[in-house]
């Protein structure tokens, strides 16, 4: 079946001119309140300075080893490029560009895809702590989105094969990517055979050009495939279990998460707009996908990213009538950002094997990760690697702060 693109229904109408000046307006704001960030340090992310390395071994010596399995090469790149040119706050400057492309192809696809009020759905990505966080430090999440979401715009203009290129640079960025890539491909097989080549000509390039981009890795790695093993522990279906379970809560916060119980019965309800529409089927198998990938490996809050895009991708689907539980959902994401609830107190922070409930206040992820950047700053490039890892135990989650 051809499908075409789905107006604004359930009393919801066209953004207005005034919607889109408030959008600028107020993407304008928050990348002028960031920007102090770029100047402290790379970020809190623990493999933040293995980037630096690997980017400046790319730039000052054309050798290439790879930051951490399986390698980032496209963004290790651009790191070192930007670091030559401007030193780490160039770098960090880079993001926070990748974060705006990625906020703006966001609203771009949910406006196309006939979201009835884009901008509050855009708001609830770009509200959300973690995606703050990404936005000004070294770290791959908002590079590796940002291409894929304008590699789908591609897609869906019928530039198949721009989309593929697209796709590849963002599985070079991050090779976790890939999934987030078979969902938008495998979308398109409930439409025409038009859109069903299409994607085949995206995903096929895709594949081609992003295993090209590891051929360097599998060179470093003496033409073996070591370079695939990660040295991620794997700990008992039940700790992995939980990690999921709570990372996925503080995803968006227990504020936010109380909010988007409301949603849930209009979100289960597209499931009858599964055969219509190719954004609901791109934004269920997202979801399903980029899940199923996090509770392999449930570690970093900024691997779930796409699930930030895909979960807000169904609200904006599903509330067109409603859309002030999106804003409800995008106000509790910024009060959490300064201010969360721990309900939880693991055993051990940011490696946990069992926790117990608890209800006390705490600074919120932006916070935390601010103050943490900030004390750590001259530690992130050190040699040593528990002193360079300082920073990102300190802003895991549930950490304590030390005054």
């Known amino acids: ?34 920007v102090p960030l770029l100047f402290t340090g790379p970020g809190t992310d623990l493999d933040a300075s293995s980037v630096v390395r690997t980017g400046r071994g790319i730039v000052q010596h054309l050798s290439y080893t790879p930051s951490r399995a399986p390698g ?16 780490i706050p160039l770098a960090d400057l880079g993001s926070l560009l990748m ?26 990505v770009v509200a959300n702590p973690w995606f703050l966080i990404a936005a000004t430090s070294i770290e791959d999440f908002v590079w590796a989105l940002a291409l894929m979401l304008v590699g789908v715009l591609a897609l869906r203009s019928r530039h198949a094969w721009l989309a593929g290129v697209l796709f590849a640079l963002a599985i070079g ?150 859309p002030r539980l999106l804003y409800g959902v995008v106000v509790a994401q910024l009060v959490t950002a300064f201010v969360t609830v721990n309900l939880f107190a693991p055993n051990h922070p940011n490696r946990a094997t069992s926790a117990s409930p608890e209800l006390t206040a705490a600074w919120g992820p932006v916070v935390r990760d601010t103050q943490c950047r900030i004390r750590y700053r001259h530690d992130s490039l050190s040699p040593v690697r528990s002193v360079r890892e300082r920073a990102g135990v300190c802003a895991s989650p549930f950490a304590v702060v030390e005054r």
């Open 173 to 322: 960025s991050r090779s976790t990517t890939v999934v987030l890539v078979a969902a938008a491909v495998l979308a398109a097989l409930w439409e025409g055979r038009d859109a069903r080549r299409d994607a085949a000509i995206a995903g096929g390039t895709a594949a081609v050009l992003g295993a090209a981009l590891f051929v360097p890795a599998y060179l470093s790695a003496d033409r073996t495939f070591r370079f695939l093993h990660n040295d991620f522990a794997t700990a008992s279906p039940l700790v992995q279990l939980g990690r999921f379970a709570v990372k996925d809560l503080y995803l968006f916060g227990p504020l936010a998460a109380i909010v988007m119980l409301f949603a849930v019965p209009a979100v289960f309800a597209l499931r009858s707009r599964w055969r219509q529409e190719w954004l609901v089927r791109f934004a269920f198998l997202g979801l399903l996908f980029s899940q199923l990938l996090f509770l392999r490996f449930p570690w970093k809050m900024g691997h779930l990213l796409p699930t930030v895009v895909f979960v807000a991708l169904l609200l904006g689907l599903a509330l067109g009538s409603r």
């Open 72 to 87: 980032t090469p496209v963004y290790e790149a651009a790191v070192g490029v930007l670091d030559a040119m401007g030193g």
């Open 99 to 124: 974060a705006v492309v990625c906020a703006a192809a966001f609203w771009k696809l949910a406006k196309d895809g006939g979201i009835a009020h884009p901008l509050p759905t855009t708001l609830v």
């Open 1 to 34: 079946m051809t499908t075409t693109t789905r107006l604004p229904t359930d009393g919801g109408t066209a953004p207005s001119d005034r919607q889109v000046r408030l959008g600028v307006l107020g993407a304008v704001l928050v990348v002028a309140a960031l």
